[in-house]
């Protein structure tokens, strides 16, 4: 069974800093592109950080330079580390592994900016 569980997730002040993890289990973890998306209140789903499977990583332009993801292929997660939060950084974030066949989300992780 496939199991993609984020955690991490909570109210933070802004300009502070969360770490978001995604723990897979079930797929073969190397084989896949990891990535964070995002989901706010009326708006689409959009991609936040990718991870590939070659080692690259991509950002969206409103997560480069504040936000890092990285994972750990022996370990079977990808985190994302959001620094330097914003009110409209505020929404649930869901982790997402992406093979060429297979795709597969978590059920995401409730992130609020604000004071």
């Known amino acids: 069974q496939v199991q993609l569980v984020e955690s991490g997730g909570g109210l933070v002040q802004p300009g502070g800093s969360l770490r978001l993890s995604c723990a897979t289990s079930g797929i073969f973890f190397i084989i896949y592109d990891m990535g964070w998306y995002r989901q706010a209140p009326g708006k689409e789903r959009e991609l936040v950080a990718l991870a590939t499977r070659g080692g690259n990583t991509n950002y969206a332009d409103s997560a480069k330079g504040r936000f890092t993801i990285s994972r750990d292929n022996a370990k079977k997660m990808v985190e994302l580390q959001m620094n330097s939060l914003k009110p409209e950084d505020t929404a649930v974030y869901y982790c997402?592994?992406?093979?060429?066949?297979?795709?597969?989300w978590g059920k995401g992780t409730l992130v609020t900016v604000s004071s």
């Open positions: 997402n592994a992406m093979s060429n066949v297979r795709e597969y």
